[in-house]
């Protein structure tokens, strides 16, 4: 039998990952105030993660299209509604470099593109953090200024990338 990771695998990695990253990363950012971004809301599951965990501060959700669970939909005046290639830029004007965490999990199934996106997002996600925010992402990012975290606990290589700024 091939002992080769199965999809399932990769599925449950993935979830098992990006619940401990988010755990620590909202641990690591509980004194700041400024904003939370999540970047790409699909079903709303680590929306609705963060909502349960976090109190005091603003989840803003970046989708094009929302089509999560009714229990997991952000209010009208939290969404920003559009492709994330255009809301980010007009956010930097908005927020200014603000968000105390930044969850992305913008990608499909096909990994080089994920990559190229990442490549053409990061520039635009950069501005956004603020002194000591975390950026937490299911794909590798391409930053100038922040610095890759170890990861902790329960986070599986490859499936999840912690950024500081
Ligand atoms: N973390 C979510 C959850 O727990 O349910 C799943 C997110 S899903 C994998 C990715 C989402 O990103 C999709 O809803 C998709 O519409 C959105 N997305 C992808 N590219 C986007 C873009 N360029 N602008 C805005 N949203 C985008």
Request: net charge negative; with cysteine; proline share 5%.
């Amino acid at each position: 039998m091939s002992q080769d990771i199965s999809r399932l695998d990769l599925f449950i990695d993935r979830m098992v990952s990006q619940r401990a990253s988010l755990d620590f990363a909202i641990t690591q950012t509980a004194d700041m105030t400024g904003p939370i971004f999540e970047l790409g809301l699909g079903n709303g599951r680590t929306y609705h993660h963060m909502r349960q965990r976090i109190s005091g501060r603003d989840i803003f959700v970046f989708e094009r299209a929302v089509a999560s669970h009714p229990d997991s939909t952000p209010a009208d005046e939290m969404l920003i509604l559009g492709d994330v290639r255009e809301t980010l830029p007009a956010s930097v004007e908005r927020f200014g470099p603000t968000a105390s965490l930044i969850h992305a999990d913008l990608g499909g199934h096909n990994r080089e593109k994920n990559d190229v996106f990442a490549r053409f997002v990061s520039p635009l996600i950069e501005p956004l953090l603020a002194e000591g925010g975390l950026m937490v992402s299911s794909d590798r990012m391409y930053f100038e200024t922040l610095t890759e975290l170890p990861l902790p606990e329960g986070v599986v290589e490859g499936r999840c990338f912690i950024y500081r700024r």
